[in-house]
């Protein structure tokens, strides 16, 4: 069971643009900073979004994060197929037994 | 361009140890403003955090984990390395590496993201 809650899934047809959500708590997403993870099957993760909403270097703008409380969002736009592949947000958990968690993670599927 | 590579053994059996290297190339260990982390997979599921090591040689360690899992540092090498102790069924995954920015919260030397990765090993525990 994740800390952090996202969809298992989300799909929409080329060109179009999915949201993911990413839900957690005070002791995480509301006062400690998020950031975002691409996987592709087999492979490992790659780091999208960091500090909520910032991109690394050559990661296209179609990628955005936002963050608003105890929630993040992961949006793109533009789906492409190469885009298909699981998806992880992730966040330091400042409770009592601090640690870093990561999201569930969701499928995003290009119809 | 920095990269990191785990290497260790593919099989453990049941309550054994599991021993993986992480060797580093394309930039120093020892530089500052970075933590090296652990994390890991089991199959067909999520991320889990393992913890991590300062180039200092100061560690930090997920709570649920804390009892079997220790990681060190060999900054001659370049390279950190991962043991857990005891290990069950329960520990079979892919293993990755990842250098991981740091920041302070609460006095505390925390992950703030990671990046980049180490292609991950598959270690599979089973007599």
């Known amino acids: 069971q994740s800390v952090l809650t996202q969809p298992p899934s989300v799909s929409a047809a080329p060109g179009q643009s999915v949201t993911i959500s990413c839900s957690g708590s005070?002791?995480?997403?509301?006062?400690?900073?998020v950031s975002w993870y691409q996987q592709f099957p087999g492979a490992a993760p790659k780091l999208l979004i960091f500090?909520?909403?910032k991109r690394p270097s050559g990661i296209p703008d179609r990628f955005s994060g936002s963050k608003s409380g105890t929630s993040a969002t992961l949006g793109i736009a533009g789906l492409q197929t190469g885009d298909e592949a699981d998806y992880y947000c992730?966040?330091?958990?400042?409770?009592?037994?601090?640690?870093?968690?990561f999201g569930s993670g969701t499928k995003v599927t290009v119809l | 361009q920095l990269q990191l590579q785990e290497s260790g053994s593919g099989l453990v059996k049941p309550s054994q140890t599991l021993s993986l290297i992480c060797s580093v190339s394309?930039?120093?260990?020892?530089?500052?403003?970075?933590?090296w982390n652990w994390i890991r997979q089991p199959p067909g599921k999520g991320l889990e955090w393992i913890g991590y090591i300062y180039y200092s040689g100061s560690t930090y360690y997920n709570p649920s984990l804390k009892s079997r899992v220790s990681i060190s540092v060999d900054r001659s090498k370049n390279q950190f390395s991962l043991k857990v102790t005891s290990v069950t069924a329960a520990d079979t995954a892919v293993y990755y590496c990842?250098?991981?920015?740091?920041?302070?919260?609460?006095?505390?030397?925390?992950?703030?993201?990671?990046?980049?990765w180490g292609q991950g090993t598959l270690v599979t525990v089973s007599s």
């Open positions: 394309g930039g120093s260990i020892s530089s500052g403003g970075y933590i």
């Open positions: 992730g966040a330091w958990d400042s409770s009592l037994s601090a640690l870093y968690v």
């Open positions: 990842a250098r991981g920015e740091d920041i302070m919260v609460e006095g505390v030397i925390i992950p703030d993201w990671f990046d980049p």
């Open positions: 500090e909520n909403n």
């Open positions: 005070t002791s995480n997403i509301g006062n400690n900073y």
